[in-house]
């Protein structure tokens, strides 16, 4: 199947310092990417959705101030958590379907974020 | 927006048994239905999905079932097995492709 790459898989980061998750389609193009964020014990929630070459589209009550996403060419999408704090400790994860109807979709190994 | 459901949120089963786990959705727009093995840890893994077309697919000990008008489906697991333990998530697709999952059901199968 195809590859969707996540970077880096974990992170330990102070208070108030920014942290940048990439996300890399491996072997198919991909227009568009999702962003979940997942707390222990609970479901994939979706942040936003990340559109090559335009804005993201963030969901109900996910701050795109905190959460600034950047899709810059159609095999990267970029999370960067800035200014972040421990409330922001979880499990971070992409996900990218191949152009067409239906299509599976394919996820990032996810990154760990623990802020400090 | 979408919104799906998932029952049980945990299920206790002998091996040998079967499991069943029910949602459902709200937005009649979806057309795609997969499911989700997720491990402590790791990424989720598609065990098997159904698009709105279709009323049932099988493949070996595992089924899905579509009921479109109810707006709901449900992922059966036969002769479950100690490997088969770990959270199942069912999430709906519309035409925009964005996954929206349901909360997740813990399946602890004992041996």
């Known amino acids: 199947g195809a590859v969707v790459s996540q970077h880096p898989s974990w992170v330990i980061c102070k208070s108030g310092t920014s942290v940048k998750i990439e996300c890399r389609s491996l072997?198919?193009?991909?227009?568009?990417m999702f962003w979940y964020r997942q707390f222990p014990k609970q479901s994939l929630m979706l942040m936003a959705t990340?559109?090559?070459?335009?804005?993201?589209?963030?969901e109900q009550g996910v701050e795109k101030d905190k959460f600034l996403i950047n899709h810059a060419s159609l095999t990267l999408s970029t999370l960067t958590v800035t200014s972040a704090h421990p409330e922001d400790s979880s499990f971070y994860i992409c996900s990218a379907r191949p152009t067409g109807p239906n299509t599976e979709a394919f996820f990032g190994q996810g990154t760990r974020l623990t802020v400090v | 927006g979408e919104n799906v459901e998932q029952h049980p949120s945990t299920l206790s089963v002998q091996e040998g048994d079967s499991a069943v786990i029910k949602c459902t959705y709200s937005?009649?727009?979806?057309?795609?239905f997969p499911w989700y093995k997720q491990e402590l840890g790791k990424r989720p893994q598609l065990i098997i999905d159904?698009?709105?077309?279709?009323g049932e697919k099988k493949d070996q000990r595992i089924a899905v079932t579509l009921n479109k008008t109810a707006k709901h489906f449900s992922l059966h697991i036969t002769e479950t097995q100690p490997e088969d333990s770990a959270v199942y998530f069912c999430?709906?697709?519309?035409?925009?492709?964005?996954?929206?999952f349901g909360t997740g059901t813990r399946l602890l199968v004992s041996p």
């Open positions: 072997d198919f193009q991909a227009t568009t």
């Open positions: 999430a709906a697709s519309s035409p925009l492709q964005k996954l929206v």
């Open positions: 937005d009649s727009a979806s057309n795609y």
């Open positions: 159904i698009r709105s077309n279709v």
């Open positions: 990340s559109n090559e070459g335009s804005k993201a589209t963030y």
